[in-house]
């Protein structure tokens, strides 16, 4: 099954355990995730930005300090600015954070309700979830030779045709390489593919 279609999958299941939304930062590296996934309301979202709230989230500064699972209920990190109440407010009274993989490469989570706290076996079945989430999309180690050649190019200004009469191989093959390079990344386009291979140091 192609990465893209296994994510769908566990997002699939990790929908109905989060009534009001959640997020999900994978691979955070340099503070920017690799990739997330989010279904707050967007009245919650602009309110969270505007505040800078993830530079005080006490979500956040437990996830990047420790493992594991916790209800929001008993996060053992200080919120002196009330961003937990403030999401209650907002609908999202009870939630569960989930911290993932090394230090260098984090999946931090957070998912809520508001009628309930999250019971052991529902955080158990979502910590399985989000380490499914950190394992599929583990960026690659390396690309194949054609990948980075066909990268290179786009890096470089050529169009297909050019890049393709510059490797020798037919425009259609040329393309085929760019979607091969594409599907390792697991980026939706060429652009995306580029920047995340620079990211990860491949090309």
Same mark, same amino acid.
């Given at each position: 099954?192609?990465?893209?279609?296994?994510?769908?999958?566990?997002? *699939?299941?990790?929908?109905?355990?989060?009534? &009001?939304? %959640?997020?999900?930062? =994978?691979?955070?590296?340099?503070?920017?995730?690799?990739?997330?996934?989010? &279904?707050?309301?967007?009245?919650?979202?602009?309110?969270?930005?505007? #505040?800078?709230?993830?530079?005080? *989230?006490?979500?956040?500064?437990?996830?990047?300090?420790? &493992?594991?699972?916790?209800?929001? $209920?008993?996060?053992?990190?200080?919120?002196?600015?009330?961003?937990?109440? *403030?999401?209650?407010?907002?609908?999202?009274?009870?939630? !569960?954070?989930?911290? !993932?993989?090394?230090?260098? $490469?984090?999946?931090?989570?957070?998912?809520?309700?508001?009628?309930?706290? %999250?019971? @052991?076996?529902?955080?158990?079945?979502? $910590?399985?979830?989000? #380490?499914?989430?950190?394992?599929? &999309?583990?960026?690659?180690? $390396? =690309?194949?030779?054609?990948?980075?050649?066909? =990268?290179?190019?786009?890096?470089?200004? @050529?169009?297909?045709?050019?890049?393709?009469?510059?490797?020798?191989?037919?425009?259609?093959?040329?393309?085929? #390489?760019?979607?091969?390079?594409?599907?390792?990344?697991?980026?939706? /386009? /060429?652009?995306?593919?580029?920047?995340?291979?620079?990211? %990860?140091?491949?090309?």
């Amino acid at each position: 099954m192609a990465a893209r279609a296994e994510i769908k999958v566990v997002i *699939d299941k990790l929908n109905p355990l989060a009534p &009001t939304g %959640y997020f999900i930062g =994978l691979h955070i590296r340099f503070a920017v995730p690799i990739m997330q996934f989010q &279904t707050y309301s967007t009245e919650w979202s602009d309110h969270y930005s505007a #505040r800078a709230y993830a530079l005080r *989230d006490p979500m956040i500064a437990w996830g990047f300090s420790t &493992t594991g699972a916790v209800r929001w $209920s008993a996060v053992p990190v200080p919120d002196p600015f009330d961003i937990l109440g *403030d999401a209650a407010r907002h609908g999202m009274k009870y939630g !569960v954070a989930v911290s !993932v993989g090394e230090i260098s $490469s984090r999946t931090i989570a957070g998912l809520t309700r508001g009628d309930r706290e %999250y019971t @052991d076996s529902e955080i158990e079945t979502i $910590s399985k979830l989000i #380490r499914q989430l950190h394992e599929i &999309t583990e960026p690659p180690e $390396s =690309l194949t030779k054609a990948q980075i050649e066909a =990268l290179r190019c786009i890096a470089e200004g @050529d169009r297909h045709a050019a890049a393709a009469a510059k490797l020798g191989i037919t425009e259609s093959a040329f393309k085929a #390489r760019l979607i091969s390079a594409r599907e390792r990344l697991m980026a939706r /386009t /060429t652009a995306e593919a580029l920047q995340r291979a620079k990211e %990860y140091r491949l090309l």
